[in-house]
């Protein structure tokens, strides 16, 4: 141990990485620790709370916590492209483009959406990363936009690959079963919404998820028909508050 000027005992680098190990650990076998969260997380949600923050003046909608974890991938496993799926208002591609350059990779963004709408275009447009930033409009899991994805995976050493459009179970299990495929080994692959399986069926009465299935039991099925893919950082996920991506984390470990 080192010293601080109050003579306090603080750890050194060493000792910090594994107590916040045996913590993660800790948070993630703990049930009421997540169920806590999620009661939160749903009044939060009720108030749009996922709504309320901006990247570079532009609507990013996603939590903070998983904000947080994301950089951490970028920064660790250095991804050269970022292909994310579902683009909704523009900030989240701002965001990756942003990890990318501040972390010493050229800022490599692909977004896809069914229907991109003007103020995304104008956000991008307007945006000095709108040159490092492709979009693709067309139904995620078509021959065509797997076609077009496919040529620009094909260049990527290291993809992050956000599955963030719609959260049915069948809809995440058909990019998992398009996208995963196209990807180098080694890839990551961040499944937004996890949480969605953890309510009660009717929570989103107006969603093609109102079942209770969505993009957790897309990956329970993913897994169990092949073995391309791994957990990822699977303690961070479990030990997250207010977040929308628990177990929601893959690596491609096959072809």
Known sequence: MTENSWHDSVP?????????????????????????????????????????NTWMGTPIIRLPEDLILQQEIVWREKPDLILEIGVARGGGLLYNACLQEMFGIVPNVVGVDNKIYEHTLAAIRENRFNHSIELIEG???SSEVLSKVGAIAA??????????????AKHVLNELRGYVPLLPLNSIIMVCDT???????????????????????????????NQTVEPFMQN????LVLSEIRDGLLRKVAN
């Not at 399986?197 to 993009?215: I, L, V």
């Open 155 to 168: 260049k990527s050493l290291k993809t992050l690959l956000i599955l963030d459009s719609d959260h049915s």
């Open 139 to 141: 139904d995620s899991v």
């Open 236 to 239: 961070e996920t479990r030990a």
């Open 12 to 52: 050194n680098a060493q000792e910090f990485e594994l107590e916040k190990r045996a913590n993660l650990e800790k948070m993630a076998k703990n049930s009421d620790f997540r169920t806590s969260g999620l009661s939160l997380l749903k009044v939060v949600s009720d108030l749009g709370f996922g709504h309320k």
């Open 195 to 225: 949480l969605i399986d953890e309510y009660p069926a009717g929570t989103y009465p107006d969603r093609t998820w109102s079942d209770g299935k969505g993009p957790l039991e897309a990956i329970k099925v993913f897994s169990a028909e």
